[in-house]
């Protein structure tokens, strides 16, 4: 037993201080010399190792479920770390119970799962740690440039945990059943739809109900809008950009034709049209098989993945939809420890390998690369290798994309603004708008500068 | 007491209003039965389906296979058995918290009921004005100051608040004042026993309904309890029922998601029978309780 965890703990420390040189041999693109043994001021890397060795106590808020299992390989790796995981449940109730313990000045983690959107509000509330000075910076080339971006702006705020790059997801036995083609333009997909309805009414190409902000926001990411700026206490917001107008122009026309069904994203009818493929096309994530397999069993083997379709019929961009960061909170007692933690939590091949057996779908390079991703073959896809056409969107996620510093609130009032539309099956441009009117009262509320 | 009552209704029962205005009534009261007893059905039924049956059935009857007993062990077993432990947490809070403002309102009502003494009125207007305020709105007011206090996220968290109970307090006031008679108090005093000793050999006898109407309320609220702990706790250990439940029924949602319908469904179902059994075993009580100091004696 204690051979078997001494073992393990020369295993992992091998692993890290090869993994470090391997990191300094990659990183010398000109960037200014630092050296990665850290003689800075927050001790770097060995303040790390130090805090490890040393021990003690941190508790971890997450909704991820790999957590029980990676929380107990890392005790096994470091076994004088005892690690206190909370279930949040999901996004929302984890961010709700995180402000509450942050405005309360005490109860929040050290630890903490966050989603990329959600990061910055909690970053410019100085409610989290800077990882710099931990030497993290190191680990950049380990991660996607989208979602090694999401995590560090003005500071390194978390590591990324996973990543979801939009695909298209389609039912192929109700696409074989009323013959049609995997679009791979919008225009395709809005006749794609049509041709769906006009067979069976039952039958929509996809859901959307105008509630989902997070859908909302990718869908104008990948029609090449970038409708938010950020620059410390200036913020741009332009709603009506040309990708966002690209976007509103054809989903309007699906919704006034009514070939969107409204039902709302997970719910138990969102599930059962899934499975019966009466919801026959899903634009989402790279996560989303995890879901369809855990939620939709009666649909195994009808499902398939695409590229996203794109405006004009040119290479494929997409967008990040989802993932999600841990970050450590300016509240923890230990931040080197907590730091460890993370670092040992989104950069050790012995955690992402736990994080991949669930279902995961990662955002660090090595992984998405490696053959043996690649060429999974999955059961629930009728034996297709979908990691080749996610890892692909992967690579081409559109760049400079900004979340507002108040998206939480932002997303939580995009119903609002937006959901109205879809039930008139008016111009989703007019929501829109309705939703910049809003955001724009709110940031100067809050003190930023806000232009338009 | 009840007697007047009872004849007053059969006097109007002959009236010839009656039989139109019943049979109105009775068809809003089956209504309101359908009504009522529609979502139990649902649940009860929705508890035997698998998940996949679930999605793909008529929700108000039966569907594929029979799973309820399934649903049941797997309820038991998910996440390690932590259901247990959110029932045995339900049962803890329901015994101290309703236990405790039982008590406390026994009391209290009492004293108010059967002493005299400086300062009753205002005792009077800031119970009244305690029941016209929801909890719900002291919730957060509740969590910043057990928050200085280091109280979060333990059981005390729901334990406290929930002994506070102004309307129970009331209701043994009102009870006390009309069913222990001051005479008997006299009595018991010129006998020579202390108020302690006549409070619980004589006045608690006679407030026995009055305090199980009183627990019925409390045991209903604290068992049903979901803002409060929902804002207190953070630790799945402490949870009770209804935010297990929730917490499994969120986990459909997002990035990672696990659906658990069928547990969900089999979950509440199993919450809801215990405060069943305590309803209708303890309703006699509560009805007799209602109608206190409706009727002048």
């Not at chain 1, 201080?17 to 043994?37: H, K």
């Not at chain 2, 109407?213 to 953070?234: E, G, K, R």
């Not at chain 2, 986990?251 to 509440?268: C, D, H, K, R, Y």
Request: charged share 15%.
């Amino acid at each position: 037993m204690t051979a078997r965890t001494l073992t393990r703990v020369a295993a992992a420390t091998a692993a890290a201080t090869l993994l470090g040189a391997g990191l300094v041999a990659c990183s010398d693109g000109g960037s200014p010399g630092g050296s990665p043994d850290g003689s800075g001021p927050g001790g770097g890397a060995d303040a790390i190792e130090a805090a490890l060795e040393a021990g003690g106590s941190i508790t971890y808020w997450t909704w991820t479920p790999s957590a029980e299992a990676q929380v107990a390989a890392f005790e096994e790796a470091y076994p004088n770390v005892d690690v206190t995981l909370v279930d949040t449940g999901g996004a929302n109730d984890n961010n709700i119970k995180l402000q509450n313990a942050i405005s309360a000045g005490s109860g929040a983690p050290d630890v903490v799962q966050l989603e990329y959107q959600a990061l910055p509000q909690f970053m410019i509330a100085d409610s989290l740690v800077d990882l710099t000075d931990y030497g993290f910076g190191d680990l950049e080339p380990l991660y996607t440039p989208s979602t090694w971006a999401s995590v560090s702006q003005d500071g390194i705020w978390g590591l990324p945990q996973d990543s979801g790059p939009m695909a298209l997801f389609y039912n192929k036995r109700v696409f074989d059943e009323f013959g049609l083609e995997v679009p791979t333009t919008w225009d395709e997909y809005i006749d794609a739809g049509r041709a769906l309805q006009a067979a069976d009414p039952e039958y929509y190409i996809t859901n959307d109900s105008g509630t989902d902000a997070g859908f909302g926001t990718a869908m104008i990411w990948q029609a090449g809008g970038r409708p938010f700026a950020v620059d410390g206490e200036n913020v741009t917001i332009d709603l009506e950009d040309e990708g966002a107008q690209r976007w509103a122009d054809s989903w309007s026309t699906l919704v006034q034709e009514d070939l969107v069904s409204q039902i709302a994203g997970w719910s138990d009818e969102w599930f059962a049209g899934l499975a019966s493929g009466k919801i026959a096309t899903l634009p989402i994530g790279a996560w989303m098989p995890g879901v369809f397999e855990s939620g939709t069993q009666a649909g195994a083997g009808d499902w398939r993945v695409a590229p996203m379709p794109t405006y004009d019929g040119g290479e494929p961009v997409t967008a990040e939809n989802g993932g999600s960061a841990q970050v450590v909170t300016q509240q923890s007692d230990n931040p080197a420890l907590a730091a460890g933690f993370l670092q040992w939590l989104n950069s050790s091949d012995e955690s992402i390998q736990v994080f991949l057996d669930k279902g995961g779908f990662p955002a660090t390079v090595k992984e998405l690369n490696s053959e043996e991703f690649l060429s999974h073959q999955s059961d629930f896809f009728g034996g297709q290798e979908i990691n080749r056409v996610l890892v692909d969107a992967a690579n081409s996620v559109g760049t400079g994309w900004q979340y507002l510093p108040w998206q939480a609130y932002a997303n939580s009032v995009y119903a609002d603004a937006v959901g109205p539309v879809y039930l008139d099956q008016g111009d989703i441009n007019d929501g829109l708008v309705a939703w910049q009117e809003q955001n724009v009262t709110y940031g100067t509320q809050q003190g930023f500068t806000v232009g338009e | 007491m009840t007697t007047p009552t009872l004849d007053r209704l059969s006097e109007r029962s002959s009236s010839w209003l009656a039989p139109r205005s019943s049979k109105l009534l009775t068809a809003a009261m089956s209504l309101f039965v359908i009504y009522s007893l529609l979502p139990l059905a649902w649940l009860t039924i929705s508890s035997t389906k698998t998940m996949d049956s679930l999605f793909g059935s008529f929700g108000l009857w039966f569907d594929g296979p029979f799973a309820l007993f399934q649903n049941i062990h797997d309820t038991f077993v998910y996440q390690d058995g932590i259901f247990l432990r959110w029932f045995g947490n339900t049962l803890l809070y329901v015994v101290l918290g309703a236990g405790g403002a039982t008590a406390l309102a026994t009391l209290a009502g009492y004293g108010l009921a059967k002493f005299v003494f400086p300062g009753k009125r205002g005792v009077f207007a800031v119970v009244l004005g305690a029941i016209a305020v929801p909890g719900t709105a002291l919730a957060v007011p509740t969590f910043l100051m057990f928050s200085q206090m280091g109280l979060t996220n333990t059981i005390w968290s729901i334990v406290i608040p929930s002994l506070i109970s102004p309307f129970g307090l009331y209701l043994i006031w009102v009870y006390a004042v009309d069913s222990v008679p001051t005479e008997l108090l006299e009595a018991a005093r010129v006998d020579g026993a202390g108020e302690l000793r006549t409070f619980f050999t004589i006045s608690l006898r006679l407030l026995v309904p009055g305090v199980v109407t009183v627990a019925l309320f409390s045991i209903v609220a604290t068992w049903n309890n979901y803002f409060l702990p929902l804002i207190m706790l953070s630790d799945p250990n402490l949870f009770p029922l209804t935010i297990g439940l929730n917490q499994w029924n969120q986990q459909a949602s997002g990035i990672g998601s696990e659906p658990v319908f069928n547990l969900v469904i089999t979950g509440s179902l199993l919450t809801i029978v215990p405060i069943i059994i305590v309803f209708l075993y303890l309703q006699r009580y509560w009805q007799s309780g209602l109608s206190a100091g409706s009727v002048k004696q």
